[in-house]
């Protein structure tokens, strides 16, 4: 064997060693990567699960707070929205003998008034209300 033959081998056990050493490198890499994407789709998957259980035991309470024993408010004067206002409540008019014009929002645990909701309730505290007629 002569030195070129002998430097030629050892440059292509090295580039073997590299070519490996980058391969189980990348591979590496690609399992850690692929396992933080799963976990943090996971997260999210479940996150988004709790978010739709909320808003679903929220719609429902919506519709059944009027049942419950210590509402404070005759379902007879009650017209359900659901959207922006939860109900707009005619107090006593059940009675022949309206009072008072009440926009009602129902929220469960830490759930706040969303950016429509806040410019309706200012509307209402401003008294920016009218009513209309339409005859067709």
């Known amino acids: 064997m002569n030195i070129s033959s002998i430097f030629l081998e050892k440059l292509n056990?090295?580039?073997?060693?590299?070519?490996?050493?980058?391969?189980?490198?990348?591979?590496?890499?690609w399992l850690f990567a692929s396992i933080y994407w799963y976990q943090k789709s996971k997260k999210a998957q479940n996150q988004a699960i709790k978010k739709s259980r909320s808003v679903i035991i929220g719609q429902i309470t919506e519709q059944i707070a009027p049942l419950l024993k210590n509402f404070p408010f005759n379902p007879k004067d009650?017209?359900?929205?659901?959207?922006?206002?939860?109900?707009?409540?005619?107090?006593?008019?059940?009675?022949?003998n309206p009072s008072?014009?009440?926009?009602?929002?129902?929220?469960?645990?830490q759930s706040q008034l969303n950016q429509n909701e806040l410019k309706i309730k200012r509307l209402v505290d401003t008294k920016k209300i009218e009513y209309r007629l339409i005859r067709l």
């Open 100 to 109: 008072k014009i009440i926009f009602l929002e129902i929220k469960t645990g």
């Open 13 to 29: 056990q090295d580039l073997l060693l590299i070519v490996g050493i980058t391969l189980t490198t990348a591979i590496i890499t």
């Open 78 to 96: 009650m017209v359900f929205l659901g959207k922006w206002v939860d109900y707009i409540i005619i107090k006593d008019l059940h009675k022949g």
